[in-house]
């Protein structure tokens, strides 16, 4: 199990460089990292069919994608395990993070258990599930968070279903705390946010559409904070979408609080007016926002106030989708689009490839433990070949996973993956 890279642009997030050079893949582990394009070491060692020569291509740490929805149990016919590795691989996302919100929740160690082991029969790629927080979603009564941990939870969610009785929050969290589990709260407050499926503004009422303001984000997320401040638990949140939520993300980093916060790749590159005309691919959860929020959180995350970006893949089929609007289901695929759309901020010059990759693989690897994200001696070959100039026309009907709900559908974009490695193993390869 040895694979000799060369001739490759090497993207580091953790030094923020790019440089020239080569890598070494032995036994599942990066075993050596060149900074010559070229190193010359004997064929004895690294037979000839053992080595790839990038051509100048981009070699980067493999995606850690946090909040996959995977449609097990309940809802296969819209994803499984087996479609979703195939497109994570496709996408060059190596390791994903699900979320519990499935039918039933994921909110036992016996469904946990069943969880991974379909998961380890079926996808290519690393799989690590999310536990609910309540059981059933239901924000009364929490899981039991140690059993869970136990069963091999990485974090506890209740996804969009937000926790409204603080209580329960602060009893979870506290528990949390305890023993040391990570929160992945979703910050909306609850009642504003209901039916709503636009933001609120101009756009909203010419369309006639219901609508949430922009402070809905703001307040979850304030009461969050003020729980974190009393519990010391760690929390994550799964989406800051607008420029008024980030004062309060940024005071509670400052005042030591353990606090990390991601943003979906939509709400980085897509604005409300996107949604034109009914446009019901485009609705997502939060609603997409005004164009100087997008531009707030892009400018987030270059400075590393947000710290993740996520693909946030929510497959739905058809029948959910092509309705009026506002019955419609929220959510898009994304794990095989995240990266070519987040080409766009690169060739707009908005964010550098260490930055986007410390988004994408580093920090979300920090924040769940992991020893992967890295391009360093040692760490897991989860890696990435990708041409990020490669021009490429979006086809739905080509996309791996069992639902063709994106937004990009015939979007041209530029960056394509080549190969996927997980473990040192290829898992994809571009035709």
Known sequence: ?????????????????????????????????????DPQISTDSIPKDARLDANRKCIAPGIVDIGVKICEPGERHKESYGS???AAAAGGVTTIVTRPDTSPAIDTPETLEFVRRRANEAAPV???????????????????????????????????????????????????????????????????????????????????????????????????????????????ADQITTSRALPPLERAKHNGFDVTAGVSMHHLTL?????????TFFKVKPPLRAEDDRHAVVDAVKTGLIDVIGSFHTPQDEESKRLPFEE??????????????LMRLYHSGDLDLPTLFRALSLNPAKRLGLKCGRLTKGAPADLVLFDPDKPIILDRFKLRSKSKNTPFDGARLQGKVLETFVSGTSVYRSA
């Open 271 to 279: 604005n409300e007016f996107d949604v034109a005309d009914y446009r």
């Open 1 to 37: 199990m040895t694979t000799l890279i060369t001739n490759a642009r090497l993207v580091d997030p953790e030094a923020g460089t790019v440089r020239h050079g080569a890598l070494l893949m032995r036994n599942g582990v990066i075993a050596d990292v060149f900074d010559t394009p």
């Open 328 to 341: 419609a289901a929220s959510g898009a695929v994304g794990l095989e689009t995240m990266l070519p759309v």
């Open 126 to 236: 690393h799989v690590l599930p999310m536990a609910a927080l309540t059981k059933g979603r239901a924000g009364r009564e929490m899981t039991e968070i140690g059993f869970l941990m136990d069963a091999g939870a990485v974090a506890f969610t209740d996804c969009d279903s937000v926790v409204r009785d603080t209580k329960v929050l602060s009893r979870a969290m506290t528990y949390a705390r305890a023993l040391g589990a990570l929160i992945v709260g979703h910050p909306q407050e609850p009642t504003l946010s209901q039916g709503a499926a636009t933001t609120s503004g101009k756009f909203a009422s010419l369309r006639g559409l219901p609508s949430v303001s922009p402070m809905a984000e703001r307040m979850g997320l304030d009461r969050d904070i003020a729980l974190i401040e009393m519990t010391g638990a760690r929390y994550h």
């Open 84 to 86: 979703a590795g195939q």
